[in-house]
């Protein structure tokens, strides 16, 4: 299960970096072999340049230049980042961006809340007992932050608190609904069974928010694409409406 809902959120986001790469690409075989041939017509013509102008065309005349150095640094940036990632530092900074991104961040908060109760159900409707079970969910827990809760806990429930206690204990780490629901399982004697029931609430949401995600992630890809192009075709056409006038 767990592994399905990660396959979901890579699925979703597969989508928009699909697009920005594309964006990328076309962007820079713009302005290495579009940009050139109107930058020297403006030579030419001696035509009075805005400042969005003289940008693009020196990072055109940059990137013309310096293609293979561009080309280099962004693979070297590639594999330093995911070298990066796979370090203990470079995994947290990584995940605490996630943690504080629109909508992938409250997608990000569901995700841990139903692989936590997920794992808790399984191994407490087995007969592990609790400190067992939360060690485990802790080393099951892929977010050094979440893992870092739970192995906090293990003290805590050592010494006779409830596990619901842990949960509603990092503010706003666990949706408050995961706490209630541990809460109540514990009251009623019917842990294993409340927190299956809020694995599958919180796998349905996230299977919820991956299917909505193309459509919220859409029209902010239109806002950039738009912007994008509307600044290149302001920097490259104005300066020829300029020349019309003076011509």
Do not use: C
């Amino acid at each position: 299960k767990s592994y399905e809902l990660r396959r979901k959120i890579k699925g979703a986001l597969m989508y928009p970096g699909v697009i920005i790469a594309a964006i990328i690409v076309i962007a820079t075989l713009m302005m290495i072999f579009v940009v050139p041939s109107l930058t020297q017509f403006f030579s030419d013509f001696k035509v009075a340049l805005p400042w969005s102008t003289r940008f693009v065309i020196g990072l055109s005349n940059f990137l013309g230049a310096h293609y293979i150095l561009v080309l280099v640094l962004v693979i070297a940036g590639g594999w330093l980042l995911l070298r990066l990632k796979r370090t203990v530092l470079g995994n947290r900074i990584f995940t605490k961006v996630i943690m504080h991104t629109p909508v992938i961040a409250t997608m990000n908060r569901n995700f841990n809340a139903a692989v936590t109760m997920r794992t808790l159900s399984s191994l407490l409707g087995s007969g592990v007992s609790m400190v067992e079970s939360v060690r485990i969910t802790s080393e099951v827990t892929q977010n050094p932050f979440y893992t870092r809760i739970l192995h906090d806990g293990l003290e805590v429930i050592q010494k006779g608190l409830p596990l619901s206690g842990v949960l509603k204990g990092p503010g706003e780490m666990y949706p408050p609904l995961v706490g209630e629901l541990v809460e109540v399982g514990e009251e009623t004697g019917n842990l294993p069974q409340m927190l299956g029931r809020g694995a599958s609430f919180f796998e349905d949401e996230v299977d919820q928010a991956t299917k909505s995600l193309s459509t919220i992630i859409e029209p902010v890809l239109m806002i950039i694409v738009g912007i994008g192009v509307g600044f290149f075709a302001v920097s490259m056409i104005y300066p020829l409406y300029s020349l019309s006038d003076a011509i």
